[in-house]
């Protein structure tokens, strides 16, 4: 925290949507009546963005300002939170936003792992890196049992607007 404290908070914060998304995607499927090739379909694509996005993400990593990198992929993932929000009745704007989210979350591990080592000597950078997966692991721990409040307290909708409170929250941060 006291190193790179973007790289605590953001990997904090990723740790529940990473929770959220992969525990709960399923669960937010079947509350508002997709079918089981539909939301097998769904949770897909939270895997096959990050397939697509890994590659340019990183190679932009390396070529401009990371924490700039990390505020624009946290607005993309909260806009694609904001799609899920608005759009829950369209099954294909729901396959956009679980590629958007899926597509920027995971790596903006990577991202926020490279912008902690850039503050680390080449020594710390093994110790620190168990640190933020134990962050990681914090936030996750009550990623589902939020999400899983919100759609109760909200409705289903409550699954995208907690990715897009965390997400908002790290672009605040980054900010």
Do not use: K
Request: proline fraction near 3%; glycine fraction near 14%; hydrophobic fraction near 60%.
């Amino acid at each position: 925290l006291h190193v790179s404290p973007l790289g605590a908070v953001g990997m904090f914060l990723l740790g529940g949507v990473f929770s959220a998304q992969f525990g709960m995607s399923a669960v937010y499927g079947s509350e508002i009546g997709l079918s089981t090739v539909e939301i097998s379909g769904f949770v897909a694509m939270f895997f096959i963005g990050p397939m697509i996005f890994q590659f340019p993400l990183g190679w932009l990593s390396d070529r401009m300002d990371r924490r700039i990198l990390i505020l624009a992929a946290s607005v993309i993932t909260a806009g694609g939170a904001m799609i899920g929000i608005a759009f829950s009745n369209n099954f294909t704007l729901l396959l956009v936003a679980a590629f958007l989210i899926g597509g920027m979350t995971n790596p903006l591990y990577s991202l926020v792992l490279a912008h902690t080592n850039d503050f680390l000597s080449h020594d710390d950078m093994a110790s620190a890196a168990g640190g933020m997966v134990f962050i990681n692991g914090l936030g996750a721990i009550g990623g589902p049992m939020l999400a899983a409040w919100a759609m109760g307290v909200i409705g289903p909708q409550g699954y995208f607007v907690f990715i897009a409170i965390l997400m908002i929250m790290l672009v605040g941060y980054a900010a």
